[in-house]
């Protein structure tokens, strides 16, 4: 495609709802990165996948957050049992290699509130 | 034109001028720095990137330096327009590893 594409763009979840965010990054693009940015400041590393293969998932904030990307392409963010905290922008981002490689582009971003 | 550290999270400028917005980065090893452009409402957009065996680096109206000595890194942008005004971000990386964002900088410009 012609840029990081995220869905949905605008999420509203009853607190202990489950969500599911999905990303699909550039065509071709083997890094794929996960961000999540509350209001008013920068944005705060999830996880990166090389290919199919979760390499970093340090930022992930608990074990209610997984992320996958089973085939390489389109990836999915899941938030279990969802807290007031978890509301936030989840920023998606790819790159044709990984950190110091080529640019990293980042999509419009998934706007989650839970109420 | 003016100039801010992070410290600052706002820089007003007037249009036509220069403006200069500063960053210093924590991690001695990173070896890729980025500066992003996010507007209200959407994601940040890339502007320049510079790699650690570089000083200096230019794109159409703006400029990005590097002082790793004192690690702090600086984006100039030449004769700012409105379409300038947006929170600006800088990242830093390391060879296969995550970017890490600094706290944004909000660029106003004052007709």
């Known amino acids: 495609g012609a840029g990081v594409s995220q869905s949905p763009r605008y999420k509203v979840a009853k607190r202990g709802q489950d969500v599911a965010l999905r990303c699909d990054p550039i065509s071709g693009h083997v890094s794929l990165f996960w961000y999540q940015q509350a209001l008013g400041q920068g944005p705060e590393f999830l996880t990166y996948f090389q290919n199919e293969a979760q390499l970093d998932k340090s930022g992930l904030p608990s074990d209610r957050f997984f992320a996958e990307r089973p085939e390489g392409s389109v990836s999915t963010l899941k938030i279990q049992r969802t807290q007031q905290e978890d509301s936030a922008v989840y920023l998606c981002a790819s790159s044709s290699r990984g950190i110091g490689g080529n640019t990293i582009y980042f999509g419009e971003g998934s706007w989650l509130t839970v109420v | 034109g003016e100039s801010v550290g992070l410290h600052l999270p706002t820089l007003s400028v007037q249009e036509g001028d220069n403006s200069i917005i500063n960053c210093a980065y924590s991690?001695?090893?990173?070896?890729?720095f980025i500066w992003y452009k996010q507007e209200s409402g959407k994601g940040p957009q890339f502007i320049i990137d510079?790699?650690?065996?570089?000083d200096k680096r230019q794109g159409q109206r703006v400029t990005v330096l590097l002082n790793k000595t004192v690690k702090h890194l600086s984006l100039q942008i030449a004769a700012t327009q409105p379409g300038d005004s947006a929170v600006y971000f800088c990242a830093e990386g390391e060879a296969n590893s995550k970017l890490t964002f600094g706290k944004g900088i909000t660029l106003s410009v004052r007709p």
């Open positions: 510079i790699r650690s065996n570089m």
């Open positions: 991690n001695s090893a990173s070896d890729y």
